[in-house]
């Protein structure tokens, strides 16, 4: 057992496309990041800034499921929280991990670029990450996945409606695609 996250894609189902979607964990946090570059042998990968709240992460594990035999474990070697984050400044919880073993074959979602960010109000998003099933229980060590739809664009973040399910804080780091 790796460790856990504290909250689920409430509502999700089984996700076995986003492999660049991996679980990351360190002493005692779980989150969810997202492979978004390799290069040289290293991966890069973002995640939220408050995931590193409670210690540097020490692995991240791309599998549909992180405790199956066909895991695969990366040693996260470098971490950097955007500098201007703090806790009352949500506009920059992001941090990028690099990780060492990584190849041209690791799968990676790359992120939006100007000419390709679309988001606008009414954009369907779906919500990948690893986390609760249900709460306040429902343990899984599976990613699940869940649609929902961009309700507000800021300049510095966006809101989106999940009337039927959709990520908490142990979900955090992961991706909408």
Known sequence: ????????????????????????FGNSSACTATMIHVEGGYGYLLTAAHCLGNGPIQTAVMADDYQSSSAKFYSVVAQQIHPQYNSQNVAYDFAMLRVVGASPTTPVIPALTQATDGLAKGTAVEHVGYGLVSYPSGQTSKRHRIMGTIAQVALTQFLYNQPNGGPCSGDSGGPLV
């Open 1 to 24: 057992h790796l460790g856990q996250s504290d909250a689920p894609i409430i509502n999700g189902q089984l996700d076995t496309e986003h492999d660049a979607v991996m679980a990351i």
